[in-house]
């Protein structure tokens, strides 16, 4: 049994000053003010009160970072990543898998592999993200044009099937010929489909919605823009409150200024911070080679030979600290974009993304500059700086 004692609690939906967390293992038993919860007997003691405990932060959308991606599909990158993302506050991932054909079954099959066996170092695994290649070619971001392809049900199902269950979230166009019913097959297993590299219109978005698409893709980015006439993706994605939004909140792939304007349009709780990063995340500014492709950190961004933006370099502890500097959110407000809402939009609220009794012991330690000063996962001290 662990006893934490802070100088604040973000829930995030409340505050509790002067707080105590008490864990039983993997599970939180007790959560309150320290003058009226008292420390179990025999407990271990960990002495945060000059730092704020907040629940751990939960990446859906991370291709890779210090080197790794999710695509290698061995255990050493996926364990470099678990730790990677603990050091920055992360206690849960999506492991986001892109690409052509073969790396797409390497990664799924590398996943499954892991998660049949393995105790990861860090942040735990929480699925698998399929990113494509079901995509338009006229928004390919980064994608490669060969590797996309026209919606599929038989791949999809192969997917799906290789998967094993850990499938949660599957992004496509679904403006396209056949990808309604790839929405539904998907749906129907219970994974949460997502608009993105789209240009969908608002009717499409909308028929999408009745087929079971429920959430928007690193929103802004590869998908068209908002037209007061034709508001297409990004109307339906900022103005239908039945989808959640993902943005990337790294001053780059969109201008504080938009980042404010979709936090304000979701009402906060529809809102999910991303990273998108890539396995030059963490890395020296420099030119580094991934899956046939070249990708030079530079200024905070990670950009193909042609200057396109290839996902990002952007941390998720760095994301909740630009929502407060952009004026975006309040930091409660920020941990649950980055806490309460990815849970909630995979799935997983009943168990993660807040401080309560009976929610996971995955929790985070923030000092006043918001770095992240230790982490735990299921009640287990997965990093401490």
């Not at 960990?46 to 255990?75: E, F, M, S, Y």
């Not at 993706?233 to 239908?240: P, V």
């Not at 792939?253 to 890539?278: F, G, N, Q, Y």
Request: glycine share 12%.
């Amino acid at each position: 049994m662990i006893t934490i004692l802070a100088n604040q609690i973000l829930t995030p939906l409340e505050a509790i000053h002067r707080g105590v967390v008490v864990t039983d293992g993997p599970r939180i038993t007790a959560v309150g003010a320290e003058d009226r919860t008292p420390i179990p007997p025999g407990s271990d003691v960990i002495d945060a009160r000059n730092l704020t405990v907040a629940p751990g932060l939960i990446d859906v959308h991370t291709h890779g970072a210090g080197g790794a991606q999710a695509i290698d599909g061995t255990p050493e990158s996926l364990a470099k990543l678990s730790a990677f993302y603990a050091r920055h506050g992360v206690t849960g991932f999506l492991a986001t898998i892109a690409g052509a054909n073969e790396s797409i079954e390497r990664g799924i099959d590398g996943v499954v592999e892991f998660l049949r066996g393995e105790t990861p170092p860090g942040a735990a695994i929480l699925g698998i993200h399929l990113e494509g290649p079901f995509i338009n070619p006229a928004r390919p971001g980064a994608f490669r044009p060969e590797t996309i392809v026209p919606p599929d049900s038989t791949l999809l199902e192969r997917y799906l099937d290789r998967a094993a269950g850990h499938m949660r979230l599957i992004t496509l166009a679904p403006e396209l010929d056949g990808a309604l019913d790839l929405v539904r097959r998907a749906a129907a297993r219970g994974i949460v489909v997502s608009a993105g590299h789209s240009q969908a219109t608002w009717d499409e978005m909308r028929r999408a919605f009745d087929a079971g698409l429920r959430h928007a893709t690193h929103t802004f980015n590869a998908m068209s823009g908002l037209h007061h006439r034709d508001p297409g993706i990004l109307g339906a994605a900022l103005a239908d409150d039945r989808f959640t939004a993902e943005i990337i909140a790294d001053g780059i792939h969109v201008h504080p200024a938009m980042v404010r304007l979709l936090v304000r349009a979701k009402r906060v709780e529809r809102a999910v911070l991303i990273t998108d990063s890539v396995g030059a995340a963490g890395l020296p500014e420099g030119t580094y080679h991934f899956e046939e492709m070249e990708i030079t950190v530079s200024g905070g961004s990670a950009r193909l030979a042609n200057g396109t933006l290839a996902g990002s370099v952007l941390t998720m502890d760095r994301g909740v600290a630009n929502l407060v500097a952009f004026g975006a959110a309040t930091l409660p407000e920020a941990i649950a974009m980055g806490s309460l809402n990815p849970a909630r939009a995979i799935g997983l609220g009943s168990r993660k993304g807040c401080v309560a009794p009976g929610m996971d012991a995955d929790l985070i330690a923030l000092d006043d500059d918001l770095q992240v000063r230790w982490t735990m996962v299921g009640g287990r001290m997965v990093y401490h700086e």
